[in-house]
């Protein structure tokens, strides 16, 4: 069984400039998560879906953050523009449900100059 | 609201010698506990989770963890370091309808 796939595995690019991230998450899996992960420090969750909804995106800033799950699969994270302070790895989990374990990506590094 | 607490930011141990990495969890409900771990430049990957059935937990390469609900404690253990161990390790917890909160990390050194 394929795991959770990210894409791109890196990212550089100059601030102000617009970066998506794309995630695919475990077949059946309905909860689909964005977390941010800095160095030296555990992943914050960025935004949750249960299928196509977004649940919980109380910590995305929203300014130039966005994200989208369409058909409830596939899901995309959008940053425009780009700060310095960006800087850092987007995971990418899911699960079957809220509360069981979650599988994540690989990640996504971005470094932004 | 939820929170965890990883005791130690880094811990070393020489080869063969027990792992013990300290968890504390703050939670007026019964949680749901994990514990992760991930190695540079890869992703995380669940190493063992707790969902309300034996208290002691086994897990994937050797490690294990105790609930201890009256200290509040998931703590894991292995009986014996290998170096393939070194690592970052993140205790998580998630309540009902709430989403995993990570601790801040434990870096594992195995020393040869």
């Known amino acids: 069984e394929a795991g959770v796939v990210q894409s791109p595995r890196y990212k550089i690019i100059e601030k102000k400039q617009p970066v998506a991230f794309w995630c695919n998450p475990i077949s059946g899996h309905n909860t689909l998560y964005w977390y941010l992960q800095n160095l030296g420090q555990g992943p914050e969750l960025l935004i949750r879906?249960?299928?196509?909804?977004?649940?919980?995106d109380s910590q995305l800033p929203k300014d130039r953050f966005s994200a989208e799950r369409l058909k409830g699969v596939d899901s995309t994270l959008k940053i425009q523009p780009a700060e310095l302070g960006d800087s850092a790895v987007y995971l990418c989990?899911?699960?079957?449900?809220?509360?069981?374990?979650?599988?994540f990506g690989q990640g996504t590094r971005l470094t932004v100059v | 609201a939820q929170s965890v607490t990883q005791l130690d930011s880094h811990v070393s141990v020489s080869e063969g010698t027990p792992v013990l990495l300290r968890c504390n969890y703050s939670s007026s409900y019964s949680p749901s506990l994990f514990w992760y771990v991930q190695h540079p430049n890869k992703g995380l990957q669940l190493l063992l989770k707790y969902t309300s059935a034996a208290t002691l937990v086994k897990g994937i390469n050797g490690f294990e963890a105790e609930f201890k609900k009256s200290e509040t404690s998931f703590h894991l253990t292995k009986p014996s370091a290998h170096m393939s161990d070194a690592a970052e390790y993140f205790c998580v917890v998630s309540l009902r309808n709430t989403p995993l909160v990570f601790g801040k990390g434990t870096r594992l050194s195995v020393i040869a």
């Open positions: 989990a899911s699960s079957l449900e809220l509360n069981t374990e979650a599988f």
């Open positions: 879906y249960e299928n196509e909804e977004a649940v919980d």
